[in-house]
T-cell receptor
Framework: GQNIDQPTEMTATEGAIVQINCTYQ??????LFWYQQHAGEAPTFLSY??LDGLEEKGRFSSFLSRSKGYSYLLLKELQMKDSASYLCAVVDSNYQLIWGAGTKLIIKP | NAGVTQTPKFRVLKTGQSMTLLCAQD?????MYWYRQDPGMGLRLIHYSVGEGTTAKGEVPDGYNVSRLKKQNFLLGLESAAPSQTSVYFC?????????????FGDGTRLSIL
């Protein structure tokens, strides 16, 4: 079966750094997406990785290791507005997105 | 700059009633998707379309039907609603499958079946 694991909830302090992990076991791999979803809103695209390594976009970075079936999203200089759920999704061999349940990130002042 | 628009935003139905959820996109995307999102679970694909006039089943298609008569619209129908279909429904669209093209989501329809 196909499986994506993320921690259910994490708490961090404003101004700090947090790393959200995602491990996956899927039938094939054609890339990995990270999305942000604020409560009651739509998911919005954050990043895409298809090759091993780190992709940096401002305060957000995403890392991929295909051999380990592992990715993480790194958020720096946390702001209160970063309080949201972060969704990991893998593109499988049929080019369908397989979604993790999401990690709810709580930022405390 | 509308993007993906879903109507209605909220709806309450009684068991056995039918309804249609509407999704419209103005980005000229070929691919459109319907998902449901339930607490503690990832987004699950109901049906999708790879172009006007085409539809295909996703992971959880039972109890739902879809139509894509026009490229910009993707309709999701519930013929006989059941309490298990209480969920938040998201429509999404993308330029292509894979190639790092992200899916763009509508704001969701919150559906309760009593």
């Amino acid at each position: 079966g196909q499986n994506i694991d993320q921690p259910t909830e994490m708490t961090a302090t404003e101004g700090a750094i947090v790393q959200i992990n995602c491990t996956y076991q899927t039938s094939g791999f054609n890339g990995l997406f990270w999305y942000q979803q604020h409560a009651g809103e739509a998911p919005t695209f954050l990043s895409y990785n298809v090759l091993d390594g780190l992709e940096e976009k401002g305060r957000f970075s995403s890392f991929l290791s295909r051999s380990k079936g592992y990715s993480y999203l790194l958020l720096k200089e946390l702001q209160m507005k970063d309080s949201a759920s972060y969704l990991c999704a893998v593109v499988d061999s049929n080019y369908q997105l397989i979604w993790g349940a999401g990690t709810k990130l709580i930022i405390k002042p | 700059n509308a993007g993906v628009t879903q109507t209605p935003k909220f709806r309450v139905l009684k068991t056995g009633q039918s309804m249609t959820l509407l999704c419209a996109q103005d980005m000229n995307h070929e691919y459109m998707y319907w998902y449901r999102q339930d607490p503690g679970m990832g987004l699950r694909l109901i049906h999708y379309s790879v172009g006007e006039g085409t539809t295909a089943k996703g992971e959880v298609p039972d109890g739902y039907n879809v139509s894509r008569l026009k490229k910009q619209n993707f309709l999701l129908g519930l013929e006989s609603a059941a309490p298990s279909q209480t969920s938040v429904y998201f429509c999404a669209s993308s330029y292509s499958l894979g190639e790092g093209q992200p899916q763009h989501f509508g704001d969701g329809t919150r559906l309760s079946i009593l």
